[in-house]
């Protein structure tokens, strides 16, 4: 085709008109004004086609194009306005193509089974849980996409509605075919639907849409913590595991508290009367804000020297501003440069909590001052360091 040709608009064709009615049935309006009980609006279109001199240059090409108008299925009207004038003669060409009526469009479209299956389900619904059918006219294709696990879904909303206690398990969910792992399959459909079942006093709204269990009144899998006892605890074990709800009332017997982010580091730091050590794991350290007791410790953050660690103490910081960090400071990293790697994805989020010794550090490390996305991890800093480091009783800026 010549290039000035390729250039001019595609001319409209009756597979582009039946994409766009596609896309706004995808999209949910025809099955929400359906829904909604308004009446059929019908579908009047404008065809762009050939003008006067495509008829002229490119007649075989308009041909073909006026033959593809032919074949439009049933339910779909094709008007045809004149084209032309007294060089080349007057043709009636596509001008406007029409869906006079609701059956049409859906036969036109093939969704007869889809809006048969929408309007047993709204039905359904409206007499089941009359609060959701708004929802549902709402959200069509959403419904359409949950297909079968529909009524599922509603039962389940139902149930909880009705027989859920506060403080349950999802586990406890009584309601045949649906376990947990169809909960959290489903959780964001489910959540919008008890949204609106629920009364407002049954949901948590301080909790984010992603804490489906606590957002709904039941009881997440509790966080537990690790902790390596001080020696001579006058117990049977120099390790435990156990709930951090359940630690927050009972105080460790140790002056001094190290949170330890690398489990290796956890099981290896040596042991120090008086010393308790809790393995943070990371940005999970930010679960012991519960245990209030920390206050009156000394309380030490062991984690890597790079952008997160230093995050990860700011949050720690958070609950606890006495917290002093240990082995986080520039002497050290200065101290270990053939053990130096890079940080995979550095942060470089504004930290407000640091001492000024470790927010210069950090700013170095945010702006690769000292080498590119330098990192020290923990468990490549000598262990010798670590009773002398915690043999000193500075108080910085946060203690």
Partial sequence: MPARAQQRPEWTTWPGVRDRLRRRWDRGDFLTAHASGQPFAPLDLPIRGPGPRDIGDRFDEVRAWRAGWTAVPRGVRVAEAPVGGRLIGVNRLPARVAVDSWTDLVAVL?????VEAFD???????????????????HPMR???A?????????????????????????????PGVDTKFVEANRGLLTDLLERQLSPERIDAGRPRSDFAGRHGFRSKPDHVRVRLPPGHGGPFTEIAVRVEELTGAPLAADTVVVVENEITYLAIPARPGTAVVFGGGYAAGRLAPLRWLVDRDLRYWGDIDTHGFAILDRLRAAFPHARSLLMDRATLLAHPTQWVREASPTAERLDRLTDDEAELYTDLVTDALGPSVRLEQERVRLSLVDPALSCRHVGAWG
Wanted: proline share 4%; net charge neutral.
């Fill in 110 to 114: 093939g969704v007869r089974r889809d």
């Fill in 120 to 138: 047993a389900r709204l039905a359904a619904t409206r007499t089941r849980a009359p609060a959701l059918a708004q929802w549902m006219t709402a």
């Fill in 147 to 175: 297909a079968d696990d529909w009524d599922l879904l509603l039962t389940t909303v139902l149930w909880i509605d009705r027989e859920a206690r506060p403080g349950s398990y999802l586990r406890e969910i009584d309601v």
């Fill in 143 to 145: 419904v359409l996409v």
